[in-house]
């Protein structure tokens, strides 16, 4: 009976301890860059794929690990999207994806986490910091499968990772540095196979 218990306890841990898939038709990962110094241009990268681990309890013992697809870069402006392909920005025959892969997490309330981790752009690696916040699980009603969501967002400094273009002006930065992100992701548990 008591061998039945822990192989009780053990599946529980098990089923707590299952990573999180992202699902990469509801995902996303957005940027906001300035141009003249006076507008914002916006623009969204490519698919975003990867695991999450997550404890609610512990949040220190989570684990993200995502890749984004750059070659898919779309600004709503065809010219422009060639450009940031090009060898001049991220140059995605060379560099077709980024990646991040967390090394802190800190709880900072119920929801709220600060995610230190290493993301690599143009095969450039540099920490960064991530405020996120994550929503508690659902079931999806569609696939039954356990639901819950992260949104994140940082500001990068795009010189830090050999994105240095820079069109000759006078008075201003045609293309700001400091750049914005947004990331969307939602996660799911799936059952593990039998």
Request: aromatic share 6%.
């Amino acid at each position: 009976m008591r061998h039945l218990a822990v192989l009780s306890a053990l599946v529980s841990l098990s089923a707590l301890a299952a990573p999180w898939e992202i699902d990469t038709s509801h995902a996303s990962a957005t940027f906001s860059v300035k141009h003249f110094g006076v507008s914002n241009v916006n623009g969204t990268l490519g698919p975003v794929t990867g695991m999450v681990e997550l404890d609610d309890a512990d949040p220190s013992k989570g684990k993200i690990d995502a890749t984004i697809d750059v070659k898919a870069i779309d600004t709503k402006w065809a010219k422009r999207d060639e450009h940031l392909r090009s060898p001049d920005f991220f140059e995605v025959d060379k560099f077709p994806t980024m990646t991040f892969k967390s090394t802190k997490i800190t709880k900072v309330s119920k929801t709220k986490l600060k995610i230190v981790g290493d993301l690599t752009i143009h095969g450039v690696t540099k920490p960064v910091t991530l405020d996120a916040e994550v929503t508690p699980e659902i079931k999806n009603p569609f696939s039954g499968n356990p639901t819950r969501a992260v949104t994140a967002s940082a500001v990068l400094n795009r010189q830090d990772f050999g994105l240095k273009w820079q069109a000759p002006a006078e008075a201003v930065k045609v293309v700001g540095d400091e750049v914005k992100v947004a990331i969307e992701l939602e996660l799911v548990q799936k059952p593990a196979a039998k």
